[in-house]
C-alpha cells in the first residue's frame, strides 16, 4: 500500500492511493529545484509578487473545491474549511502587495566607504515538511514568503493531504511558478532525510510533532542547514475577571472545538480564579456538550471528526489515563458508536503535575480546567510546560491583563482574544514549540541571504 493515502475520518473508507516517489529520484529532486530556483530568481521581484497575487485569485476562484478536499481528507467542517481558504488566499494577497517594499535594499552609515547597503536575496532550494490540521493555511505561511524571496520549495505535505497537495500544486503553477521552482514531493520521512543531506538543498522548514521536529533539525544541524520549526502547543487560557460570563464561554468553547481541537495553538488550559471557577467549568462543560457532533459537510455540525481513527484513539487514551491518574472527567471523552473517527468533546479537571495530561499536548477536543487563588500561581501553572506557543489573558482590567500577558513564556500572547492570525503578524512559539518565526515580514527574515554590499572609491 501507498505510504499516501486518503482515507475519509468521516466513513473511515479509503477512497484513494498515491504512488510514493522512488528512491532513485531524491537527488534529482534537488537538482530540478536549483535549477528551478534559479529561473525563478531572475523574474524580477515585482513580476514574483504579481505571480502571488494569481494564487490568491486562483484560490478564491476555486475555493469551493479547495475546501471540499479538506473535509474528505481530514474532516475539517464546512465552513471552517472554506475560512481556512480564504485564509491562505489573504497570505499570498499580502506578500504581493508588500513583498516587494521588504526587498528594498537599506542603507547604512557608510562608515568610511561610500555605500553601505543591505541586500536581500534568497538562499535557494527549500524542503517544506507541512502537517494534515491546516493544509492551506500552513503551507501558505512558508511558501507566499519564499516564493516573494526568490527561493524554491520542495513541499511534503502529510501523507494524510496528497489531494488537496496536489491541488495547491495547479494553482502555484497555474499562477506562473515554473514547475521546478515549486515541486510538490510524495516522500517519505527517510527520503526527506536524504534530501537534506544533498548540497542543493539549503534550508527546511517543518510544522510538526516535537518528534518529527527534533528529527528534521538534527539532519539539518549535520549538514548546516537553515531550520525553522513550528511545533506543538498546549496554550493557556487566563481568567481574571469577566463582565460577561456567558460570553466568555462561549468564546472558550469555540476556540477549544474549532478544527475539533487540532490546533498547536489551541487554548488547552483553562486557568480561573476560585470565585469564577464552578461557573466557568459548569458552562463550559454545558458548551461542550451542547456542540453537534457529526458529518463536517452538515450545516449543523460543530465538531468533526478527528483526522483518523489512531488520532482519535490516542486522544481517548489520553483521557482514561488523566481519570487513571486522578483526573475528574467533567463530559465526554469516549469515542462515539458509528464510523469515522468521531470523539465527544471532553472537560477534564483536577490535574496535577504528576499526571501524564498536565505536561503533554493532547490533540482533539478536550479542555483542562485549572483554578487559582492569587495570579502569581495562575502565571506558575501557565508558564510551567515545556511548550511556549502562544496564550492569552482575559480580563476587564486592560492595565493588569497586558501586565500578565507579559509574564507568559510564549512567542504570542494575546489579551482578551486568542490565537489571531493575520498575514502581517509574526507566528511562532518559544521551548518545545520550536523557533522560527512566519508571517510578515519576518517570514521573509528566515531563509534568506542577507547581504552586505560596500562600495569605496579608493
Not at 250 to 270: D, E, M, W
Request: aromatic residues 6%.
Amino acid at each position: 500500500m501507498s505510504a499516501y493515502v486518503t482515507t475519509n475520518p468521516t466513513t473511515g473508507v479509503t477512497e484513494r492511493e498515491f504512488a510514493l516517489l522512488s528512491d532513485d529520484e531524491i537527488d534529482r529532486l534537488a537538482q530540478r529545484s536549483a535549477t528551478g530556483h534559479e529561473r525563478w530568481r531572475a523574474v524580477p521581484a515585482t513580476e514574483r509578487a504579481d505571480t502571488l497575487a494569481r494564487i490568491a485569485d486562483l484560490y478564491e476562484k476555486r475555493a469551493d473545491e479547495l475546501a471540499a478536499a479538506i473535509t474528505t481528507e481530514m474532516g475539517k467542517v464546512t465552513k471552517e474549511a472554506a475560512g481556512e481558504v480564504q485564509l491562505a488566499a489573504g497570505i499570498y494577497r499580502w506578500y504581493a502587495e508588500h513583498g516587494p517594499d521588504l526587498l528594498v535594499d537599506e542603507p547604512l552609515d557608510p562608515q568610511g566607504a561610500d555605500e553601505s547597503l543591505v541586500q536581500h536575496r534568497p538562499i535557494g532550494p527549500l524542503v517544506g515538511v507541512m502537517p494534515w490540521n491546516y493544509p492551506y493555511y500552513q503551507v501558505a505561511r512558508f511558501v507566499a514568503p519564499n516564493l516573494m524571496l526568490g527561493n524554491s520549495i520542495i513541499l511534503k505535505h502529510a501523507s494524510i493531504c496528497a489531494g488537496s497537495s496536489a491541488l495547491m500544486a495547479e494553482v502555484v503553477h497555474e499562477a506562473g511558478v515554473p514547475e521546478d521552482a515549486y515541486i510538490n514531493a510524495y516522500a517519505n520521512s527517510d527520503q526527506i532525510a536524504t534530501l537534506l543531506e544533498n548540497d542543493a538543498v539549503r534550508g527546511v522548514s517543518l510544522t510538526g510533532s516535537e518528534k518529527a521536529g527534533a528529527a528534521v533539525a538534527e539532519v539539518a544541524a549535520k549538514n548546516l542547514k537553515k531550520a525553522v520549526l513550528e511545533l506543538g502547543g498546549s496554550d493557556p487560557f487566563v481568567v481574571l475577571d469577566t463582565a460577561d460570563m456567558s460570553r466568555l464561554i462561549k468564546v472558550a468553547s469555540r476556540a477549544r472545538l474549532s478544527n475539533t481541537g487540532q490546533a498547536c495553538n489551541s487554548p488547552k488550559r483553562f486557568i480561573v480564579p476560585d470565585e469564577l471557577y464552578d461557573e466557568f467549568v459548569d458552562g463550559l462543560v454545558q458548551a461542550f456538550d451542547d456542540a453537534v457532533v457529526g458529518d463536517p459537510t452538515d450545516a449543523d455540525t460543530k465538531v468533526g471528526p478527528l483526522s483518523s481513527v489512531t488520532a482519535r484513539d490516542t486522544v481517548a487514551q489520553q483521557v482514561q489515563t488523566a481519570v487513571k491518574q486522578g483526573a475528574t472527567l467533567r463530559t465526554g471523552g469516549t469515542a462515539l458508536d458509528r464510523d469515522g473517527a468521531f470523539l465527544q468533546p471532553a472537560v477534564l479537571t483536577d490535574i496535577t503535575p504528576e499526571m501524564d495530561a498536565y505536561s503533554e499536548e493532547i490533540f482533539g477536543p478536550v479542555a483542562m480546567v485549572y483554578r487559582y487563588g492569587s495570579v502569581d500561581e495562575a502565571v506558575q501553572v501557565a508558564n510551567d510546560v515545556q511548550f511556549g506557543l502562544s496564550g492569552s489573558v482575559w480580563g476587564t482590567d486592560l492595565d493588569k491583563a497586558k501586565e500578565v500577558a507579559d509574564r507568559l513564556d510564549v512567542g504570542m500572547a494575546y489579551v482578551n482574544e486568542h490565537g489571531t492570525t493575520l498575514p502581517g503578524l509574526p507566528f511562532g512559539g518559544v521551548k518545545r514549540s520550536g523557533f522560527g518565526r512566519e508571517l510578515g515580514r519576518w517570514g521573509m527574515g528566515e531563509f534568506v541571504n542577507t547581504r552586505l554590499r560596500r562600495t569605496s572609491s579608493r
